[in-house]
Nanobody, 117 residues
Framework: VQLQAYGGGVVQAGGSLRLSCAAS????????MGWFRQAPGKQREFAAS???????YYVDSVKGRFTISRDAAKNTLYLEMNSLKPEDTAVYYC????????????WGQGTLVTVSS
């Protein structure tokens, strides 16, 4: 599975941004999809994920502000980010697990989101 994330950029605090991730290759083998992020000088952390059935999971710090969704017809994952804060500044990585697994063993390249205060 190949994952291509895009949509990062610079936005002011309080603004919005939408990240996209196009999946290709063995699409049929994908289970969960999600987003991790890594802020400057910090460890990579889980941000959000979505199951095939549509169940979503978020880290507490983004609940109510971020929305993850997936379009199966377009093989694309999205992360709608609203009310952005400077602490959301990070490289965001698109991830996917194999069907039947919760382990994210497929990673795309990151896309940088910078939130200015």
């Amino acid at each position: 599975v190949q994952l291509q994330a895009y949509g990062g950029g610079v936005v002011q605090a309080g603004g919005s941004l939408r990240l996209s991730c196009a999946a290709s290759g063995s699409i049929f083998s994908i289970g969960y999809m999600g987003w991790f992020r890594q802020a400057p000088g910090k460890q990579r952390e889980f941000a959000a994920s979505i199951a095939i059935g549509g169940s979503t999971y978020y880290v507490d710090s983004v609940k109510g502000r971020f929305t993850i969704s997936r379009d199966a017809a377009k093989n694309t994952l999205y992360l709608e980010m609203n009310s952005l804060k400077p602490e959301d500044t990070a490289v965001y990585y698109c991830v996917a697990s194999s069907s039947g697994s919760t382990r994210f063993d497929n990673w795309g390249q990151g896309t940088l989101v910078t939130v200015s205060s």
